[in-house]
């Protein structure tokens, strides 16, 4: 199948490309920074993968740069292994951060200072209210709420309470650094926000040096601005954290002034893509860990054989807007398809295998067949399949009473085997329960090759692998890891699990290159799928995807 215009629909600009090159063109911006700021409590996941070829992409288009900065204010849930992980993530989808690796916690000491500018003004104060009091008079959408009793303290009292939260005198949840902004504004974020927290949590970088902690709202906006960032893209539930954005800018002696704008997440069928639940799957042992090939992590798509050229091409197609909506994963599992069509190599494995005897063929001797390596790239050039009298064939090739549309074999029909011969079955031998455990064939040497000089024709060509040169290897097969379109819809995903997510076959049979050959990236079994070595020790294949929309099956 070729790659043609209606398979591949063309890349349309999107709005936040429109709002960048006005910028460029009207010299609001002489060149653009974006950033791609992950909080490292998680891997990455397919969306991320959105974010980061929004930001990293856009710089690139426009000769910016892009950082990568690690939200690190929440020190009990981040750890190391998310750091590195998000970092080899980002590397492995082509894109470079260069010297401009950053943290929130870089700047712990600038965003200190910025708070005591903020009390000093008269712009922010603490506040000893427990959290429950908090909560109760932040109000509601629909009514206002109070002021706290400790709003209206001295500057100075604020000051040093705020000093003595660093010091580490006060417990967790005792006091809190609020904004003082307006608490009957319609925009609840705008309600007196908190601005720092007492956390006492051993910090990746920073260790126990800090006992309070900066809150998502205050950090981000000002590393952005310390960083010179033009553009802050960031997903839609911002959207009403932007006026504190821009009020938190116009309060603050900030040496630039960002400017934030959202698009909508991406959402895919039959997929979670929230690190809350993705946590709780790895922690729950539903999956084998982050990089378990079901999860729509780039860990383990990238272990299940997912190129990243697809990864971004969906990503590409998916577009980007701002209303929200939801992927089709077939449209995922077709970017895959055709990105891996056009690049792996085919080679032949039986899963299911059913034993071939072919009695006409001499025994004790063999042969080298000449098979091509990929029909879609001549440049790939062949190889060499041993033949030989024994064969393994898939079990699912042979009906013995077939109904009438089955082509492949059964007693009597006669098909091709793939490269090889025509074979015709002659007897289907049984075990005591009555299963087929072994076909006699008879095979047609005038057809070596794959064609008849006669030019009679067959209606079925099928793979086969040679018993004697066999390898035997565990072939993971994974199934969607829902069972519905839109897990988590009636209350948690964890309830919509597919139990039939992984299916493992202890003994497939392989040709041998697939053992000799240097195998490197996701491969074809003909006729079964793509799939690719797994990192596990051993001769373990994953299925990267199967060679059809089976989704549309399941509608
Ligand atoms: P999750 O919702 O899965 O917990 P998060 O938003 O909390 O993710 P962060 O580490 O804060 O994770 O995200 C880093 C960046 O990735 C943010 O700018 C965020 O907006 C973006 N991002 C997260 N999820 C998606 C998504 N599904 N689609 C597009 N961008 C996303
Ligand atoms: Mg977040």
Request: net charge negative; aromatic share 10%; hydrophobic share 35%.
């Amino acid at each position: 199948m070729q790659a043609n215009e209606t398979e591949t629909p063309p890349v349309v600009s999107n709005f936040l490309r429109d709002i960048v090159q006005d910028d460029l063109a009207s010299g609001k911006h002489k060149s653009i920074v974006t950033r791609f700021p992950p909080e490292p409590n998680g891997y990455l996941h397919l969306g991320h993968a959105k974010s980061i070829c929004i930001n990293f992409g856009m710089a690139e288009e426009f000769g910016g740069r892009c950082h990568l900065r690690f939200d690190d204010t929440n020190p009990a849930k981040e750890e190391q292994e998310f750091i590195d992980s998000i970092q080899r993530d980002v590397k492995w989808l082509g894109f470079d951060w260069g010297d401009n690796l950053y943290h929130a916690s870089d700047y712990f000491e600038q965003l200190y200072s910025w708070a005591e500018h903020l009390i000093k003004s008269g712009d922010a104060y603490v506040d000893d209210q427990t959290v429950d009091e908090m909560r109760t008079s932040r109000g509601t959408l629909t009514e206002p709420g109070k002021n706290s009793p400790f709003r209206d303290r001295s500057v100075a009292e604020s000051l040093d309470l705020f000093a003595r939260m660093r010091a580490g005198e006060f417990l967790p949840g005792t006091r809190v650094l609020r904004a003082k902004i307006d608490m009957t504004a319609g925009n609840i974020n705008l309600r007196d926000p908190a601005l720092y927290r007492i956390v006492h949590a051993e910090h990746p970088r920073t260790g126990d040096k800090w006992k309070i902690y900066p809150t998502y709202d205050f950090a981000h906006g000002q590393s952005d601005a310390l960083e010179h960032i033009t553009h802050s893209i960031c997903t839609l539930e911002f959207e009403d954290h932007r006026p504190l954005y821009e009020w938190l800018l116009a309060h603050l002696p900030v040496p630039a002034k960002p400017r934030q704008y959202e698009f909508a997440r991406l959402n895919m069928t039959y997929t979670i893509l929230s690190k809350r639940h993705l946590t709780q799957f790895v922690r729950d042992k539903h999956v084998a860990g982050w990089d378990d090939p079901r999860m729509p992590t780039i860990a383990g798509m990238r272990r299940r054989g997912i190129p990243p050229e697809a990864l971004k091409d969906f990503v590409k197609r998916a577009g980007v807007a701002r209303a929200n909506s939801v992927v089709d994963i077939a449209m995922f599992d077709a970017c895959v398809r055709e990105y891996l069509n056009k690049s792996a190599p085919r080679y032949m494995a039986v899963l299911k295998p059913l034993k071939v005897v072919i009695e006409n063929y001499p025994e004790g001797s063999g042969e080298e067949l000449e098979c091509v390596n990929n029909p879609e790239d001549p440049a790939a050039g062949s190889r060499k399949v041993p033949f030989s009298r024994e064969l393994y064939i898939e079990q699912d090739d042979f009906m013995e009473n077939p109904p009438k549309k089955f082509f492949r074999l059964s007693p009597g029909q006669e098909v091709r085997l793939r490269y090889a011969y025509f074979i015709t079955c002659r007897e289907a031998i049984k075990n005591a329960a009555g299963e087929v455990i072994e076909l006699r064939c008879t095979y047609d040497p005038a057809t070596r090759g794959g064609n008849a000089p006669d030019g009679r024709k067959v209606k079925a060509t099928m793979h086969w692998v040679s018993a004697a040169h066999a390898k035997t290897a565990e072939v993971r097969i994974y199934n969607p890891l829902f069972t519905r379109p839109d897990p988590g819809a009636d209350g948690n995903p964890v309830d919509d699990l597919n139990p039939a997510s992984l299916e493992v076959i202890k003994e497939a049979y392989l040709e041998p290159a697939l053992v000799t050959d240097d195998i490197k990236g996701t491969i074809q079994f003909e006729r079964l799928g793509y799939f690719c070595r797994d990192t596990d020790p051993g001769l373990i294949f994953n299925r990267t995807i199967g060679l059809r929309d089976t989704y549309a099956k399941a509608k």
